[in-house]
């Protein structure tokens, strides 16, 4: 399996921060990487998909780059709606694995 | 739109078999461009991918899973089960049907199902 690291595992930040998430896998994805925002008790919703496209109806603050192994999400200018826990997720091969996780929240 | 909803019972007895259901509306199942699955997340962590029903039959199951786990569609009724057996209490979690390409792009809302004697 295809074991992904997320970093960091928590951040607090403020409205209107830019705040940057790392995932990394542990082998060569290529681009094969996706990133979901979950809140409290509601499913994850995909934000990013194929390591830099942005999901219809996902809000033009978020963006994501990398490819290989090394991956960032990046929120420009973060909203309320924003705190939440986000999720890297690779698609290169089966088992699809996630990784642990990065919870957003108000500093 | 594509809408899914999880069914089953909430609790489930140790050494017993979880069975859910996703019904799906708004999308046919027998569908070849996408696949149905499973996900679940145990309460307080992250996401673990069960497995996939696709096209009919053809199914691809977590191999941490595989000796236990059985997706099944029905075509007629446009709704995937999931039965996992000899449960523990370490399958405990929110359990999600979803539908996926590469990416899981919709999600059911998750249904809690708590093994417990």
């Known amino acids: 399996d295809i074991q992904m690291t997320q970093s960091p595992s928590s951040v607090s930040a403020s409205v209107g921060d830019r705040v940057t998430i790392t995932c990394r896998a542990s082998?060569?994805?290529?681009?094969?990487l996706a990133w979901y925002q979950q809140k409290p008790g509601k499913a994850p919703n995909l934000l990013i998909y194929?390591?830099?496209n942005l999901q219809s109806g996902v809000p033009s603050r978020f963006s994501g780059s990398g490819a290989g192994t090394d991956f960032t999400l990046t929120i420009n200018g973060l909203q309320p709606e924003d705190f939440a826990t986000y999720y890297c997720?690779?698609?290169?091969?089966?088992?699809?694995?996630f990784g642990p996780g990065t919870k957003v929240d108000i500093k | 739109q594509v809408q899914l909803q999880e069914s089953g019972p909430g609790l489930v007895k140790p050494s017993q078999t979880l069975s859910l259901t996703c019904s799906v509306s708004?999308?046919?199942?027998?569908?070849?461009?996408?696949?149905w699955s499973w996900i679940r997340q145990p309460p307080g962590k992250g996401l673990e991918w069960i497995g996939y029903?696709?096209?009919?039959?053809?199914?691809n199951y977590n191999p941490s899973l595989k000796s236990r786990l059985t997706i099944s569609s029905d075509l007629s009724k446009n709704q995937f089960s999931l039965k996992l057996t000899s449960v523990t209490a370490a399958d405990t979690a929110v359990y999600y049907c979803?539908?996926?390409?590469?990416?899981?792009?919709?999600w059911g809302q998750g249904t809690l199902v708590i093994v417990s004697s």
């Open positions: 979803a539908r996926q390409s590469n990416y899981v792009d919709t």
């Open positions: 708004g999308g046919f199942i027998s569908s070849a461009d996408h696949y």
């Open positions: 029903i696709y096209y009919r039959e053809t199914s």
């Open positions: 082998q060569d994805i290529s681009s094969w």
């Open positions: 194929a390591a830099s």
């Open positions: 997720q690779q698609a290169n091969s089966f088992p699809l694995t």
